[in-house]
């Protein structure tokens, strides 16, 4: 069941004509695709076309050899991935990037570092000014808290986390920078259906009640069908279709990349 | 049972976020201070100040300091011995050539020299990592200790190598008897702490921790690498440096450059591991328990020794040191890597229910 | 100029000895990816064990041959035992630890193994005569005037650390053990998982260290006599690893060379105009340096980070 598509006028980011290499390795050839404001965009294809890849691109971790990415209309070849997340986006990792060493309740508040300002003095001394700017967050992160339903595990060290909660305070993080455009790797990994869901419905939430740009990759074809506008799809690092899932589902590039036969 | 924390809601997330929310260790920690400032002054002797207290108040400071860096930051530091001889030469020059500057004044912005040199040598550690970055620390140490012999400014020209601090007063009390200079170390450490605390519960401790946990997610979420870790060495070089004045000042009172060498460094350390990576408390248990292993070992082993017609000689007493030392390293390591501190909050947990079994 | 040469050669030569103290560092680094901090106090513990043994046995009238040959075994035996409780002890229970807790172990190790030989052989210095010549000699002689000062000992060290080196690079590249150590250093849960046994590798390992820092520690033993000082030859090789890589033979030697004669050529040109005394610094700052534009060493493996 596809969802019922909706137009879009502006595009957010565009991504022209990116190689990457590591050595001899080539991850992306040529790739070239936009998102557009407020969709949903898939990216999907099988192991190793380079998802992860064109996505540590967007955020600036890879460094592609050639090609430019254009993020709200500013176009650069290269970007530091603070200044990504400066510019308002944000992302989960495929293997969990939590901070192992800290809480449910202080990962999602390291996503609100960049909107904290108070410098050495003030924190040092906490009354006052810190400890207002504290709270305020605070109030931001608890939102969020209700929001993904983790209130109980806030104060558990997130390393002792089961998998499924590990996503879901990744997520928080996340979210919790009020990102324009949020990259997902895999959101969904290793869920059972009840946890996919649930997943489900937080991007779809988070999509319609903030207008947060979605791009995620997503191996369930269910999934991607059901709640993405668009979808890109990847096979050696090549983009090899682009466009709504009703026509993706049925090209026969699409088809034979998955089930395997050569071309 | 006595730990029972039912009972206590927190309505306000600021009531959630105060330094000791659970009101038993509010009580336990205030007494503490109580006793350590109102009590002790009466009932020490001046044995007990110069070899037990004064020396655990100052290096409980220096490893708070160390422990920011190491503990929250995760950059290895082998050079902090360094840092507290640019912290007590930076004190005892700015008495020497700003001499109407009180004492006191002079210990606190020595924090300040040792802050700026800590931001230079923690610039490498914005490209290199792990033990990479502790080889990077031992240069420190080792150009601190050539410097502080060779380059005669910093001693004043002094013909002999070691220099002699100030007398301590303040307002023309005369502050140099070790009560005094107890009192003085304990404040110091006390205020500081607390900074410290603060400064760790807030955004710039979560971005050192982030750094520590996993530097890339950091980066990736918006933490500048640079500001993160250069605050932490500037913040972590401030309280050793100041630890630094203090030991020269108020303990040692003259002192030559082989104070501060790579020995106080492996100290300083070895407090941190014992005590705890990542935890102010740590820092304090790790320091009282690296200052009385040596008097111990020092009564205890002679006569353990003349039981088996052995006869311990000094130098056999620091070998068992190092030995007893390097093993409870490896101990910690092994068994508690989050050092006396865990095991204290392991003992709190026990406490909840003592003495009911479940 | 033959002032020149013959402190750049006391420098290479230096150098060669500082190779060999590295060596173990690297051996071990290679198979178990652990930084052995206590590489120095393994060398001062075999060279302690050397020339007690020695000692021991010329008092009781063995002829010279056969006391080196039974303390140089006594002493290797003593090494076994510190590799076996080592990896029982310590490495066993660190397995798939981050390496900074490793290091951090070893560290321990070192002030453990520090004070257990100083109580159990003495603490005091133990010249020891291993049957190496000691004397200066002079070279080249025609080439310039009086001919250039080397001392014979340190030249017979390069060459023992030669023939080290030959034997360790044919051991890692010929041999099965060799094999399985390369595999143990790049992942151990893989390594195990092909049925290669951790734990006797790296006792494997750990003695061959040890072994390595028994000749080293009879080389610089002879040359400075047998004193606790010996175990801060860890601090010097450091930055010859920084500069050879921490994985390569080759580099070990080659970073040695490089830090013998830097060192020795900044301190006899260099140091009069900063006060003298910058041997101590001069390595460590050299490797700062060189870290700063090549954090991986001259030899060793660019690491790429995933996320």
Partial sequence: MAAPSRSFNEVLLTVENISLSFGGVKALTDISFDIAKGEVRAIIGPNGAGKSSMLNCINGFYHPQQGAITYKGIKRARMRPHEAAEQGIARTFQNIALFRGMSTLDNIMTGRNLRMNRGLFWQALRLGPAEREEIEHRKVVERVIDFLEIQHIRKVPVGQLPYGLQKRVELGRALAAEPELLLLDEPMAGMNLEEKQDMCRFVLDVNDEFGTTICLIEHDMGVVMDISDRVVVLDYGKKIGDGVPDVIKNDQAVIDAYLGVSH | MI??????????????????????????VLALLAVAFLVVPFVASEYVYRAVLIPTVILALAAIGLNVLMGY?????????????????????????????????????????????????????????????????????????????????????????????????????????????????????????????????????????????????????????????????????????????????????????????????????????????????????????????????????????????????????????????????????????????????????????????? | MGFFLEVLIGGLLAGVLYSLVALGFVLIFKASGVFNFAQGAMVLTAALALVRALDLFEQWHWPFGVALAAAFVFAAAVMAIVAWVAERLVLRKLVNQEGIILFMATIGVTFFLEGLAQTVFGADVYPLNIGLPKDPMFILESLFDGGILVNELDVWAAVIAGLLVAGLALFFQRTRIGRALRAVADDHAAAQSVGIPLNQIWFIVWLVAGLVALVAGAVWGSKLGVQFSLSLLALKALPVLILGGFTSVPGAIIGGLVIGAGEKISEVFLGPFLGGGIEIWFAYVLALLFLLVRPQGMFGERIIERV
């Fill in chain 2, 3 to 28: 730990y029972r924390e039912a009972g206590q809601y927190k309505a306000s997330y600021q009531a959630d976020q105060a330094i000791f929310p659970i009101a038993q260790d509010r009580f336990v």
């Fill in chain 2, 73 to 358: 930051c995760g950059q290895v530091s082998l050079g902090s011995g360094a840092f507290m001889g640019v912290g007590a030469y930076a004190a005892y020059n700015l008495t020497v050539h700003l001499p109407f500057l009180n004492p006191f004044v002079c210990i606190l912005l020595s924090g300040f020299f040792a802050a700026a040199i800590g931001i230079v040598f923690g610039i490498p550690s914005l490209r290199i990592k792990g033990f990479y970055l502790a080889v990077a620390t031992l240069a420190a140490q080792f150009f601190g200790d050539w410097a502080f012999l060779r380059v005669k400014w910093i001693t004043n020209y002094t013909p002999s190598g070691s220099v002699n601090a100030p007398p301590l007063q303040l307002f023309g009390w005369d502050l140099s008897s070790p009560t005094a200079n107890y009192l003085v170390a304990l404040l110091f450490t006390v205020v500081l702490g607390l900074a410290v605390k603060n400064i760790v519960r807030g955004h710039i401790g979560r971005q050192w921790m982030a750094i520590r946990d996993m530097d890339i997610a950091a980066e990736i979420i918006g933490v500048r690498p640079m500001y993160a870790k250069l605050t932490a060495f500037a913040v972590s070089s401030f309280l050793i440096g100041v630890a630094g004045a203090l030991w020269a000042f108020v303990y040692l009172g003259s002192w030559e450059p082989a104070a501060f060498d790579i020995n106080r460094s492996f100290q300083l350390m070895f407090m941190v591991i014992i005590g705890g990576l990542g935890s102010i408390l740590g820092s304090v248990l790790g320091a009282i328990f690296i200052v009385l292993i040596p008097i111990f070992l020092n009564q205890a082993l002679p006569p353990l020794g003349a039981l088996v017609g052995w006869k311990i000689s000094t130098a056999t007493v620091s070998h068992f040191e190092a030995m007893i030392f390097g093993a409870l390293i490896v101990f910690f390591l092994v068994v508690e890597p989050h050092g006396l501190a865990r095991l204290w909050s392991v003992a709190k947990e026990k406490l909840r229910l003592w003495p009911f079994p479940h």
